[in-house]
């Protein structure tokens, strides 16, 4: 079982910069793929960065490429999604997911393939 904690949200203007983590419980935290999604007011929750075990990998929405980075500490347990130049459209309740099925290099694009989530963090972007 890994439990999964995000923190870092919160309310930031137009053009700012965030840094969201998520902190995971469990010995094997450095074997699993980690994806960050985001669920907006009325939209389904959508895809936004992941990266693999092993972080040789990563992969970004195209709505937050070159804007955010995703990075892993697998010492510490934890990985991050630093958001630069937020836009009101980035406001979305942000959660973390582990995939424990992944290989070294394989991460998920999709909500199923991930096992585990965390309860999220509000983002919001002010115009």
């Known amino acids: 079982q890994v439990q999964l904690v995000e923190s870092g949200g919160g309310l930031v203007q137009a053009g700012g910069s965030l840094r969201l983590s998520c902190a995971a419980s469990?010995?094997?935290?450095?074997?699993?793929?980690m994806g960050w999604f985001r669920q907006a007011p009325g939209k389904e929750r959508e895809f936004v960065a992941a990266?693999?075990?092993?972080?040789?990998?990563?992969y970004y929405a195209d709505s937050v490429k070159g804007r955010f980075t995703i990075s892993r500490d697998n010492a510490k347990n934890t990985v991050t999604l630093q958001m630069n130049s937020l836009k009101p459209e980035d406001t979305a309740v942000y959660y973390c997911?582990?995939?424990?099925?992944?290989?070294?290099?394989?991460?998920?694009?999709?909500?199923?393939?991930?096992?585990?989530w965390g309860q999220g963090t509000q983002v919001t972007v002010s115009s």
């Open positions: 469990g010995r094997t935290f450095s074997r699993y793929a």
């Open positions: 997911a582990a995939d424990q099925t992944a290989s070294s290099t394989g991460l998920g694009l999709r909500e199923p393939e991930y096992d585990y």
């Open positions: 990266i693999s075990w092993s972080a040789g990998n990563t």
